[in-house]
Structure formats: C-alpha cells, structure tokens
C-alpha cells in the first residue's frame, strides 16, 4: 500500500506543471476574443471599401456643389447643377430608358438564374459541365463581351442575320433599331449575369433540407406543388439577396457594354443614366454636373434598395404576415 502511494507521488512530482494562462488569454473572454476575430477578418475589406467607395462618394457629393473646369479650377456654385439636373431633358431621359432598363432585366435575369439553378441542381451525367458553360460568361470582361456580341449581331456580316438569311427570313438590325438595341442590351446583360446568379440560387437551394422533399413526396405532391409549398419559401433569403444585387448592377453597371455595343444609341436609344453620366464627366469634362448627376443616382439606388427590402423582408411577404 505504501509503495503504491510513494509511486503516485513520483508521478505527481514528475507529471508536467500546467502552464499559467497569458495575461492577455485571461483578461478576454471567449465572446471579445471573437469579435476580435472577426473585426481582424472584416477589416481588409472595410478599409477597402472605405478607401475606394465611401471615400469617392463623399468627395462626389462635395464636388457636386462646384463647376469644375477642364484646366482644374473650381468655383462654387452651391445648387447650380442640381437645377441644372432638373432641367436636363436629356438626363431624364436617360432615367427613363433605365427605368425600363431595369424593370425588364431584373424580373427576366431573376426567372432565368432560378430556372437554370434548378435544372443544374439535378443530378444528371455531365451537369457539372453544363454550369462551368453557363458561368463562363460571368467571368469574361464586359468589354470582350460587347465586341463579341457586336459582331455577332452586325447587321451585314452578323452571324444572327447570315443564320436568318439563310433559314428564309429578313435580317433585322439589331442594334441600328432604337426598338430592339435596348432590347439586345438587355438579352446580352442576361446572357453575362445568368451564371453567377445561377451559383448563388444553386447554393440557396442545396442549403434546403431534403427532408422535406421526400416528406412531399410521400404526400404525393407534384413538382409545382412541392416548388410552391417548400422550395419558394425556403428560397425567400436568396431571393431578396439576387433581387437587390441585380437590381443595384442593373442601375450602376452595364457601362463598359454599353460604350462598345451601341454608345448610347441609336438616337440615345440606349443612354442609360450611367452612361450620360460618363459622357459628362468625361467626354465633355463637366465633373461638377456629373457628380451631382451621380449623387441623385445614388440616391435612387438606396431608395429602391429599402423598397425592396421592405417587401421581401420586413413587409407583407414575411412569413408572418
């Protein structure tokens, strides 16, 4: 018995002392340390954002208030370009065609991305090659896509109207028509975004519970049922989420395609607000106007975005209302 207890007190005194808590280790608790964590995470882009977004947009706001000329002096003029705005035929026009712009292109895009990430999401023999096709656009620059569509949709020497010649029918010029330029934007814009949004519905819909698809099944629910009752409601947060991405890129993006594709036209057909806003700034150096143009379009996008999250989110198609 003896020396059972002489050997414990051997290997107590040779076991290893544990080592005291850090200073820093006891002083923080395991909720500061992971905010601590997460601000050093977050912090790379924030500082990004607050150097190349916040940063520009007050110095445009502040800028707005001046007329700038081409040799780079600045006079004040307060809310001279403001009423200028007002007055601007040719801005609202511009709001006008992008009004249109966007009110065709979101709810098409939108529809499109949902339907292609429930065909990829089956699991059928070589779909993981059919979404790399259907992404590749995405990542192609939006200029190359514009020189690209460009000639493809010549009216002369297009490969659209050689094919429509060919099948017996009239070519159309596609981007001569101020009825259907616009039109070839939006079908072109659909075409680029489709795959990226197809990503993001994709995971949205892998993050759905299967469960509850074989419990529907043994109801005996059909696929428009099953889609209805359980797919779109559990959809709903990745549905606000590509609803008012597509909606801002749908506002302030689109530029590059537009300066190669038809730059602005015909008969300013295709003007969108960012554009008239470039052409401004940079075709005819009124920095001033254009930064006060700028800043009422930012405007616009902050209030459709709170539109749209009043309605998916904290309005009437919440699930409890």
């Given at each position: 018995?003896?020396?059972?207890?002489?050997?414990?007190?051997?290997?107590?005194a040779?076991?290893?002392?544990?080592?005291?808590a850090s200073?820093?280790?006891?002083?923080?608790s395991?909720?500061h340390?992971?905010?601590?964590a997460?601000?050093?995470?977050?912090?790379?882009?924030?500082?990004?954002?607050?150097?190349?977004?916040?940063?520009?947009m007050?110095?445009?706001v502040?800028?707005?208030?001046?007329?700038?000329?081409?040799?780079?002096?600045?006079?004040?003029?307060g809310?001279?370009?403001?009423?200028?705005?007002?007055?601007?035929?040719?801005?609202?026009?511009?709001?006008?065609i992008?009004?249109?712009?966007?009110?065709i292109?979101?709810?098409?895009?939108?529809?499109?991305?949902?339907?292609?990430?429930?065909?990829?999401?089956q699991?059928?023999p070589?779909?993981?090659?059919?979404?790399?096709?259907?992404f590749?656009?995405?990542?192609?620059?939006?200029?190359?896509?514009?020189?690209l569509?460009?000639?493809?949709?010549?009216e002369?020497?297009?490969?659209v109207?050689?094919a429509?010649?060919a099948?017996?029918?009239?070519?159309?010029?596609?981007?001569?028509?101020p009825?259907?330029?616009?039109?070839?934007?939006?079908?072109?814009m659909?075409?680029?975004?489709m795959?990226?949004y197809?990503?993001?519905?994709?995971a949205?819909?892998?993050?759905?519970?299967?469960e509850?698809?074989e419990?529907?099944k043994?109801?005996?629910?059909?696929?428009w049922?099953?889609f209805?009752?359980i797919?779109?409601?559990?959809?709903?947060?990745?549905?606000?989420?590509v609803l008012?991405?597509?909606?801002v890129a749908?506002?302030?993006?689109?530029?590059?395609?537009?300066?190669?594709?038809?730059?602005?036209?015909?008969?300013?057909?295709?003007?969108?607000?960012?554009?008239?806003?470039?052409?401004?700034?940079?075709?005819?150096?009124e920095?001033?106007?254009?930064?006060?143009?700028?800043?009422?379009?930012?405007?616009?996008?902050?209030?459709?975005?709170?539109?749209?999250?009043?309605l998916?989110?904290?309005?009437?198609?919440?699930?409890?209302?």
């Amino acid at each position: 018995m003896s020396s059972v207890a002489a050997q414990d007190h051997r290997s107590a005194a040779t076991a290893p002392a544990e080592a005291p808590a850090s200073p820093a280790r006891r002083g923080m608790s395991r909720k500061h340390r992971e905010w601590l964590a997460a601000g050093l995470f977050l912090a790379p882009d924030v500082l990004g954002l607050l150097v190349f977004v916040a940063v520009p947009m007050v110095l445009s706001v502040g800028l707005s208030f001046f007329q700038v000329s081409g040799f780079g002096s600045y006079e004040w003029i307060g809310l001279g370009n403001y009423e200028r705005m007002m007055d601007d035929p040719l801005f609202w026009d511009s709001m006008r065609i992008t009004g249109l712009y966007v009110v065709i292109l979101v709810p098409v895009l939108f529809c499109v991305s949902l339907a292609l990430g429930l065909l990829v999401k089956q699991k059928l023999p070589g779909m993981g090659v059919y979404r790399t096709v259907l992404f590749m656009p995405y990542v192609i620059s939006l200029v190359v896509v514009g020189v690209l569509w460009k000639f493809l949709l010549d009216e002369q020497t297009g490969t659209v109207n050689r094919a429509m010649r060919a099948a017996g029918l009239d070519g159309e010029s596609w981007l001569g028509s101020p009825s259907l330029a616009l039109a070839c934007v939006i079908a072109v814009m659909v075409w680029v975004m489709m795959g990226y949004y197809m990503i993001i519905f994709l995971a949205g819909l892998q993050e759905i519970p299967k469960e509850y698809y074989e419990a529907a099944k043994l109801d005996g629910s059909g696929p428009w049922t099953t889609f209805r009752t359980i797919t779109w409601p559990l959809l709903r947060p990745t549905s606000f989420f590509v609803l008012l991405m597509s909606t801002v890129a749908a506002i302030t993006g689109g530029l590059d395609l537009i300066f190669v594709l038809t730059d602005g036209g015909p008969a300013n057909g295709t003007s969108l607000a960012i554009f008239y806003i470039y052409q401004q700034a940079f075709g005819f150096g009124e920095y001033g106007y254009a930064s006060a143009m700028g800043s009422f379009l930012v405007l616009i996008m902050v209030a459709v975005s709170a539109v749209i999250f009043k309605l998916t989110r904290g309005g009437r198609f919440d699930d409890g209302e």
